[in-house]
């Protein structure tokens, strides 16, 4: 890959050097008796790459393929997934002549068919390289908190002929058609699967139905998920959305009067139907990431810049000047905090390239709350977590105020100093308890930029319902990294309120 680094020069603020200086704020409803001073000071922020390792892998979304590129080598993604069998699932009763009813009823007691459907909008790659795909019957339940690395393996055995259920070839983009859900309006892979896999569920319905009326008696005693795997085809990820298991049967249909309908030639009226169990969000669905771990750790020793790049691959860890904000403004009241992150600009030749992600959490390290952000399905709250979209124009991640972060880490400290120090009365010593709290604290003024997907309540609202890990690939090289090894620190303006009362 032939890359072409071109830096975006733009500056952060309409403000130059580090020099403070004044300005309104829009702060001039305050009353009188104050005499007040708006300013505004530069301040210096390190950056440098971090490796993810394996990141939670509980989504809404399952990637499925294999994609290769000179930059970061090779990356495999595969999904494990739960059902959720809802609580008024049934199957039609077995055709009974003897019985009137005036619903549709089984023609014989048998499956006619069995498919997996996978349904995505959207994929990453070349449309039409060849690939093909596995499905594998699980025989252990899924853990509730999966990671990327979990070990599918685990989870079913691949030297057992019984738990491949079926498989099939594909592309991403069928240029017949034939894989295009006209309905939906998404690409739809139907997977043909094991008659006999869908005659045990048969079976179970018939005699235990109330292992079908409980979403986790279903998991636990019916079917514990599946494995979709691809088995060959480089080039390409799907972004599957949505997956359905199919059971097909025949039935006779009934007239009002519960008689068996009859056509006009004499013949009893048959037909194909089916019904859907699908996986949603309410179970678990894991997906499953490999990539280039020696290429990965190539990226993150570059010093000269630091890397965004997913599925679980690096991070930007952030170091705030926490200390030095608070030495110089214990008394004053911050009013905004401004922090840009620029990215450069990369031509590549490659047809199918990564782009930048579109979206970045700013969430605290301190405490691995960057960890359980994700695990308890946090939503970005402005205080401790923030969210960006970039600008495409400028080439920019931008959070225009994280006043309340810088306000809060600060008074956590602070807060914690004042008590060991009326603990200490007498014998405090200032600064053996910082070089404690340092060690036992190191993250406390760390932040970290994770690449994320947000999903909305609807198509029509920006209010988010929940907050994952973007495992679409995607990296971008941002300005910063070891200033001492070519790298550069970043600016982070502060608006400050310099107040002095009035006697």
Same mark, same amino acid.
């Given at each position: 890959?032939?890359?072409?680094?071109?830096w975006i *020069?733009?500056?952060?603020?309409?403000?130059?050097?580090? +020099? +403070?200086?004044?300005?309104?704020?829009?702060?001039?409803?305050?009353? $009188?008796? $104050?005499a007040?001073?708006?300013?505004?000071?530069t301040?210096?922020?390190?950056?440098?790459?971090?490796?993810?390792?394996a990141? %939670?892998?509980?989504?809404?979304?399952?990637?499925?393929g294999?994609?290769?590129d000179d930059?970061?080598?090779?990356l495999?993604?595969?999904f494990l997934?739960?059902?959720? *069998?809802?609580?008024?699932?049934?199957?039609? &009763?077995v055709?009974?002549p003897q019985?009137?009813?005036?619903?549709?009823?089984?023609?014989?007691?048998?499956?006619?068919?069995?498919?997996?459907?996978?349904?995505?909008?959207?994929?990453?790659?070349?449309p039409?390289v060849?690939?093909?795909l596995?499905?594998?019957e699980?025989?252990?339940?899924?853990?509730?908190?999966?990671?990327?690395d979990?070990d599918?393996?685990?989870? %079913?055995? @691949?030297?057992?002929p019984?738990s491949?259920?079926?498989?099939?070839?594909?592309?991403?983009?069928? #240029?017949?058609?034939?894989?295009?859900?006209?309905?939906?309006?998404?690409?739809m892979?139907?997977?043909?699967?094991?008659?006999?896999?869908?005659?045990?569920?048969?079976?179970?319905y018939?005699e235990?139905?109330?292992?079908?009326?409980? #979403?986790n008696?279903f998991?636990?005693?019916?079917?514990?998920?599946?494995?979709?795997?691809?088995?060959?085809?480089?080039?390409?990820?799907?972004?599957?959305e949505?997956?359905?298991?199919?059971?097909g049967?025949?039935?006779?249909y009934?007239? =009002?009067?519960?008689?068996? %309908?009859v056509?006009?030639?004499?013949?009893? =009226?048959i037909f194909?139907a089916?019904?859907?169990?699908a996986?949603?969000?309410?179970?678990?669905q894991a997906?499953r990431?490999?990539?280039?771990?020696?290429?990965i750790?190539?990226?993150?020793?570059? #010093?000269?810049?630091t890397?965004?790049?997913?599925?679980?691959?690096?991070?930007?860890e952030?170091?705030? @000047?926490?200390d030095?904000?608070?030495?110089?403004?214990?008394?004053?009241?911050?009013?905004?905090?401004?922090?840009?992150?620029?990215?450069? %600009?990369?031509?590549?030749?490659?047809?199918?390239?990564?782009? #930048?992600?579109?979206t970045?959490?700013?969430?605290?390290?301190? &405490?691995?709350?960057?960890?359980?952000?994700?695990?308890?399905?946090?939503?970005?709250?402005g205080?401790? =977590?923030y969210?960006?979209?970039?600008n495409s124009?400028t080439?920019?991640?931008?959070?225009?105020?994280?006043s309340?972060?810088i306000?809060? *880490?600060?008074?956590?400290?602070?807060?914690?100093?004042?008590?060991a120090?009326k603990?200490a009365?007498?014998?405090w010593?200032?600064?053996?308890w910082?070089?404690?709290?340092?060690?036992?604290? @190191?993250?406390?003024?760390?932040?970290?930029?994770i @690449?994320?997907?947000?999903?909305?309540?609807?198509?029509?609202?920006?209010?988010?319902?929940?907050?994952?890990?973007?495992?679409?690939?995607s990296?971008?090289?941002?300005?910063?990294g070891?200033?001492?090894?070519?790298?550069?620190?970043?600016?982070m303006?502060?608006?400050?309120?310099?107040f002095t009362?009035?006697r």
């Open positions: 890959m032939k890359i072409k680094y071109v *020069c733009i500056a952060l603020f309409a403000l130059a050097g580090c +020099d +403070d200086s004044t300005g309104t704020l829009g702060l001039d409803v305050l009353p $009188d008796t $104050d007040k001073e708006v300013k505004s000071t301040y210096y922020v390190e950056t440098r790459s971090m490796e993810a390792g990141v %939670y892998a509980k989504t809404s979304t399952g990637y499925l294999r994609f290769t930059e970061f080598g090779y495999e993604a595969s997934t739960e059902f959720f *069998c809802q609580t008024n699932y049934f199957l039609p &009763e055709y009974d019985k009137l009813t005036t619903s549709a009823s089984m023609a014989g007691d048998t499956i006619s068919h069995v498919n997996l459907r996978l349904y995505y909008h959207s994929y990453f790659g070349d039409l060849a690939s093909y596995n499905v594998y699980l025989d252990n339940k899924l853990v509730p908190h999966p990671y990327t979990i599918p393996e685990q989870y %079913y055995n @691949p030297n057992d019984n491949l259920l079926g498989g099939r070839a594909y592309t991403a983009d069928d #240029p017949s058609g034939n894989d295009f859900d006209t309905e939906s309006g998404m690409h892979i139907k997977i043909p699967l094991k008659n006999e896999f869908g005659e045990r569920i048969l079976n179970h018939r235990q139905p109330e292992d079908f009326a409980d #979403p008696k998991i636990d005693n019916v079917l514990q998920g599946i494995y979709v795997k691809n088995e060959y085809g480089d080039g390409s990820i799907l972004y599957v949505l997956m359905e298991l199919e059971l049967f025949n039935v006779h009934k007239d =009002s009067l519960g008689n068996k %309908y056509q006009q030639d004499g013949n009893d =009226s194909s089916s019904t859907m169990i996986a949603t969000k309410e179970v678990v997906n990431i490999i990539q280039s771990e020696e290429k750790e190539e990226k993150v020793e570059e #010093p000269q810049w890397y965004l790049k997913t599925p679980a691959g690096i991070f930007t952030v170091t705030l @000047p926490l030095t904000i608070n030495k110089y403004h214990h008394n004053d009241t911050i009013s905004g905090v401004r922090l840009v992150f620029t990215h450069y %600009y990369e031509k590549s030749d490659e047809k199918y390239s990564m782009l #930048p992600p579109d970045l959490l700013l969430v605290r390290k301190h &405490e691995d709350e960057y960890i359980r952000f994700f695990e308890e399905n946090k939503i970005y709250d205080i401790t =977590s969210v960006t979209v970039r124009s080439n920019q991640y931008t959070y225009s105020n994280i309340r972060l306000t809060i *880490c600060i008074a956590e400290k602070e807060g914690e100093k004042e008590k120090q603990e009365g007498s014998s010593d200032e600064k053996a910082e070089e404690k709290w340092k060690s036992e604290n @190191p993250d406390w003024d760390k932040m970290v930029l @690449p994320v997907k947000q999903v909305n309540a609807s198509t029509t609202s920006t209010d988010p319902v929940g907050v994952y890990h973007d495992l679409r690939p990296y971008v090289k941002l300005k910063g070891d200033p001492d090894k070519d790298g550069d620190l970043l600016d303006l502060i608006g400050y309120i310099d009362t009035r």
